[in-house]
């Protein structure tokens, strides 16, 4: 069993910034975990993919969010970030952190997703 955590979401102006964070927990070791990734999913819309990181630092960002969101992760801490920068009302969703694989006790868990946090950009 290993869990994802978010934690960081709130309410901010257009403008202002948030950092959010996602922290893998398993009553186990965790030995490995793949690539990991931001997703979002504002009022009536579909969910949609922020940015991912992989295991060795490559990032991939959609064209909305490039150059004001930063991705990063800390592999030893089993965490990643997201800093949010320049924000937007458009920004306002719920973001969840995912991890295509984590391994603990030498057992795979595949697409394992957190809860949520929520962001709301007010205009």
């Known amino acids: 069993q290993v869990q994802l955590v978010e934690s960081g979401g709130g309410l901010v102006q257009a403008g202002g910034s948030l950092s959010l964070s996602c922290t893998a927990a398993?009553?186990?070791?965790?030995?490995?975990?793949?690539?990991m990734g931001w997703y979002r999913q504002a009022p009536g819309k579909q969910r949609e993919l922020v940015a991912h990181?992989?295991?060795?630092?490559?990032?991939i960002y959609s064209d909305s969010v490039k150059g004001r969101f930063t991705i990063s992760r800390d592999n030893a801490k089993n965490t990643v970030a997201l800093q949010m920068n320049s924000l937007k009302p458009e920004d306002t969703g719920v973001y969840h952190c995912n991890t295509i694989r984590a391994v603990v006790d030498g057992i795979d868990y595949f697409e394992v997703w957190g809860q949520g946090t929520l962001v709301t950009v007010s205009s």
């Open positions: 990181i992989t295991s060795g630092g490559s990032t």
């Open positions: 398993a009553s186990g070791r965790i030995e490995k975990i793949d690539g």
